[in-house]
């Protein structure tokens, strides 16, 4: 035990506020304590949770998501809201780049990671190429055929 340490008091730097001793943590509940319920640990400067618990946005101190018992790496505010995901979502949509439809100036929604397309930006595809076809004079089972290639083109991981 260090010279003059009382073991009652929190062990933050020029803290003097009693710890609590039935948690059996260091850090006193007032002000250094991570306020996660079942963490003992500090908190991060200017913050009411520890590394641990903060989410990971840059200047933002609020407390990281957790869903179907995934702890996030950001806040409800900062998280992309697709179960699973643990990337930043994009300010003012609800999800991440990951989930946002690849086609230039839409920011929908989309289906699948990787190279997908929204449902309508699919759409335009399918009606745009089925009128070309149209009047090409394609037969109606290629213009169905065409279709589900786009589909499965524009879907794809």
């Known amino acids: 035990m260090e010279p003059g340490y009382d073991s009652r008091f929190c062990k933050a730097e020029g803290c003097n506020e009693v710890r609590n001793m039935y948690w059996f943590t260091d850090y006193c509940e007032k002000f250094h304590r991570c306020r996660e319920p079942d963490c003992k640990r500090m908190r991060k400067p200017m913050s009411y949770y520890c590394d641990d618990h903060c989410c990971l946005f840059v200047g933002c101190n609020g407390f990281r998501l957790t869903k179907l018992g995934c702890t996030y790496n950001h806040c409800k505010l900062h998280a992309c809201e697709i179960i699973g995901c643990f990337s930043e979502k994009i300010t003012n949509l609800d999800y991440c780049y990951d989930h946002k439809c690849i086609s230039e ?11 997908g397309y929204c449902a309508n930006c699919i759409k335009k595809v399918i009606v745009a ?7 090409l004079k394609v037969g109606h089972d290629m213009v169905g055929l065409v279709q589900g290639s786009i589909m499965r083109t524009f879907m794809s991981n």
């Open 129 to 135: 190429m089925t009128v070309i076809m149209k009047r």
């Open 105 to 115: 100036n839409c920011i929908n929604f989309r289906p699948s990671r990787g190279k």
